[in-house]
């Protein structure tokens, strides 16, 4: 069974959750909130939630799975739904 994987409540639209990011053409992972798409480009901005994406992420993209959220050593930041 798979759980839901989120970093934290998003701080700006307070609806959403931040959730970790891989965008397919660029190879590229970074944080967005999955109710109101506001980007961060690193776990570390979106958990102080400093500093926003400096550019658009809009390629394809899909949810990072918990493999390559542990590669790129981003695990610490994870928490899951229903915990």
């Known amino acids: 069974m798979s759980r839901e994987m989120f970093i ?7 609806q959403g959750i931040q959730k970790i990011v891989f965008e ?3 190879g590229e ?3 967005e909130c ?9 776990v ?4 102080r939630d400093t ?5 658009t992420h809009l390629g394809e993209q899909r949810d990072a799975t918990l493999e390559e959220i542990q590669a790129n050593g981003w695990e ?8």
């Open 8 to 14: 934290n409540d998003c701080p700006f639209c307070r």
């Open 24 to 26: 397919i053409p660029t």
């Open 29 to 31: 992972f970074f944080v």
């Open 34 to 42: 999955d109710e109101c798409m506001l980007q961060w480009e690193s």
């Open 44 to 47: 570390e901005d979106a958990a």
């Open 51 to 55: 500093g926003r994406c400096g550019h």
């Open 76 to 83: 610490k930041y994870i928490q899951f739904m229903g915990q």
